[in-house]
């Protein structure tokens, strides 16, 4: 079982709903991180979480230290919100781990 | 201005060549990261750099080493390409102080193919 686990991996909506995906992790952390990775390849940080909620635009990102979870909302999704976004938490010093990421398609 | 940038974007080379790839960050960040993308989407840490010091070094093949001149660069030089040396490598840079709780910041990603 990989120490951080995304869901779902393949996500595929209409413009205009309401995505979350989710990114569950079983390690201490100091913090969590979103990402973006577009199809043309270059990867975008959305967010830097270790606790509470932020916002950003149409982006809502959530976490629960308890319950070692963390949420990615997109409201009023769009076709450009298609990528692929990525989770990955701070463990040890420096050290980042990885999710394997969810790739979310959104049509028109 | 880019805030991250690597060069060069797209190289391509033969087996046995030695190449580097340079990195270089203006936001004034003190940590500096190597990660290699491999075939299947993961992002690996390769090296970290904090203020020109190595702090992580991962398990990869001595072929590849980096260098760190100043704290604003992190360049990858690898030794005899092989055809697993295909990927897309990324730098990263953080200001981090000590902490490993600095926003990531990405460079363009460098797609290596070894024919």
């Known amino acids: 079982k990989n120490e951080v686990e995304q869901s779902p991996q393949n996500l595929t909506a209409q413009e205009g709903e309401f995505i979350t995906i989710n990114c569950s992790y079983s390690v201490g952390i100091s913090a969590l991180h979103w990402l973006q990775q577009h199809p043309g390849g270059g990867i975008v940080s959305l967010f830097m979480l270790s606790s509470g909620k932020k916002k950003h635009g149409r982006l809502i990102a959530t976490i629960n230290i308890q319950e070692k979870h963390s949420s990615l909302h997109i409201t009023a999704s769009h076709p450009r919100d298609s990528a692929v976004y990525i989770c990955a938490v701070r463990g040890s010093n420096y050290q980042l781990i990885w999710g394997a990421g969810t790739k979310l398609i959104i049509k028109p | 201005d880019t805030a991250v940038s690597q060069t060069p974007k797209y190289l391509v080379t033969q087996m046995g060549n030695d190449k580097s790839i340079k990195c270089e960050q203006n936001?004034?960040?003190?940590?500096m990261y190597w990660y290699k993308q491999d075939s299947k989407k993961f992002l690996k840490i390769m090296f970290s750099?904090?203020?020109?010091?190595?702090?992580i070094n991962e398990t990869v093949p001595n072929r590849f080493s980096p260098k760190s001149p100043d704290k604003a660069h992190l360049n990858l030089h690898i030794n005899s390409l092989e055809l697993g040396d295909s990927a897309v490598y990324f730098c990263a840079s953080s200001q981090d102080a000590g902490q490993g709780t600095g926003e990531l910041f990405f460079g363009e990603g460098s797609r290596l193919t070894v024919l």
């Open positions: 750099y904090n203020n020109k010091e190595l702090i």
């Open positions: 936001l004034g960040h003190d940590t």
